[in-house]
C-alpha cells in the first residue's frame, strides 16, 4: 500500500513537504496518536493491541509480522534502544 505523495504533509498541519510528513520530525507519530484515536478511542497500544486480538493472551505480533515475511522490519527494530 503507497500513498501519494501531494506535497503537503499527511498530518493535516498543512506544512510543505517532499516526502509524505512534515521535516521536523514528530508529524508522523502525531498522525499515528491521531488516527488511533479517532479508530479506536484511544492511543494506548496496548489497548490498541488487545482489541486486535494481539498481546499475552492473544496472537503473538512478532511471530505474525514473521509469518508475513517482514524479518527485515523486525531486525531494524532490534536496534531501537526501548525506555
Known sequence: MRAP???ECYCGCGKP???YFAEE????LKA????HF??????NMAAILHEEGFGPEGEN???KAKA??????IDA???LEWA
Do not use: P, V
Not at 32 to 35: K, S
Open 77 to 79: 527494530l532490534k536496534g
Open 32 to 35: 499515528a496518536a491521531m488516527l
Open 17 to 19: 513537504t517532499k516526502s
Open 61 to 63: 505480533l512478532t511471530e
Open 68 to 73: 508475513r515475511g517482514y524479518q527485515r522490519l
Open 38 to 43: 479517532i479508530k479506536y478511542g484511544t492511543t
Open 25 to 28: 520530525g514528530g508529524h508522523d
Open 5 to 7: 505523495k501531494t506535497g
